[in-house]
């Protein structure tokens, strides 16, 4: 079956930087886009990042020029860097797979705060 496992996050201060990896099973990881949403308390889930097969990205406006998705299919694992961290970046971050989010992880709680 399919299983996505988050790892990396933490609690950091604004401004510092953290790495999110999802280490994907169960599929052919090379042909799947991988995507990177978040959830903060009381707000909806939103897109924060998608990479595709071919290595297009797409951010949400609110992560540009900070957070940087990226994937190694070597390891079957896909990566969320994100710098200058703020306090709004405050939220519980999961993986998907496919450009339809066919699977979810379980998500890896990202708390920045001072």
């Known amino acids: 079956q399919v299983q996505l496992v988050e790892s990396g996050g933490g609690l950091v201060q604004p401004g510092e930087s953290l790495r999110l990896s999802c280490a994907a099973s169960?599929?052919?990881?090379?042909?799947?886009?991988m995507g990177w949403y978040r959830q903060a308390p009381g707000k909806q889930r939103e897109l924060v990042a998608r990479?595709?097969?071919?290595?297009?990205?797409n951010y949400a406006d609110s992560v540009k020029g900070r957070f940087t998705i990226s994937r190694d299919n070597s390891k079957n694992t896909a990566y969320l860097q994100m710098n200058s961290l703020k306090p709004e970046d405050t939220a519980v971050y999961y993986c998907?797979?496919?450009?339809?989010?066919?699977?979810w992880g379980q998500g890896t709680q990202v708390t920045v705060s001072s």
């Open positions: 998907t797979v496919g450009a339809s989010d066919d699977y």
């Open positions: 990479i595709y097969v071919g290595g297009r990205t």
């Open positions: 169960g599929i052919i990881f090379s042909r799947y886009a």
